[in-house]
Nanobody, 115 residues
Framework: VQLAESGGGLVQAGGSLRLSCVAS????????MGWYRQAPGQQRVLVAGIGNGDGNTYYADSVKGRFTISRDNAQNTMYLQMNSLKPEDTAVYYC?????????WGQGTQVTVSS
């Protein structure tokens, strides 16, 4: 499975971005997916997660009410709609997909929010 993120960039505080993650390869093996982020000098943390067709979602407290995760299995694509962005949302955002045995990761996309 290969994951490719896009949609990052520079935005002012209060603005919006939508991240996309396109999966290719053995996508039939993917169950849950999620978005993680890693700020400089900090650990990578889960921001939002979504199940496979069960409607279950998870959001970190820091993004609840501002971020929305979704996926389109027909397009093998996962999205993260980010609204009301804050400077503390600045990080590299990574797409994650859980396979049968291992996790898959994208290369990351930089999100920078200026104050």
């Amino acid at each position: 499975v290969q994951l490719a993120e896009s949609g990052g960039g520079l935005v002012q505080a209060g603005g919006s971005l939508r991240l996309s993650c396109v999966a290719s390869g053995s996508t039939f093996s993917i169950s849950a997916m999620g978005w993680y982020r890693q700020a400089p000098g900090q650990q990578r943390v889960l921001v939002a997660g979504i199940g496979n067709g069960d409607g279950n979602t998870y959001y970190a407290d820091s993004v609840k009410g501002r971020f929305t995760i979704s996926r389109d299995n027909a397009q093998n694509t996962m999205y993260l709609q980010m609204n009301s962005l804050k400077p503390e949302d600045t990080a590299v955002y990574y797409c994650n997909a859980k396979g049968y045995v291992i996790d898959y990761w994208g290369q990351g996309t930089q999100v920078t929010v200026s104050s």
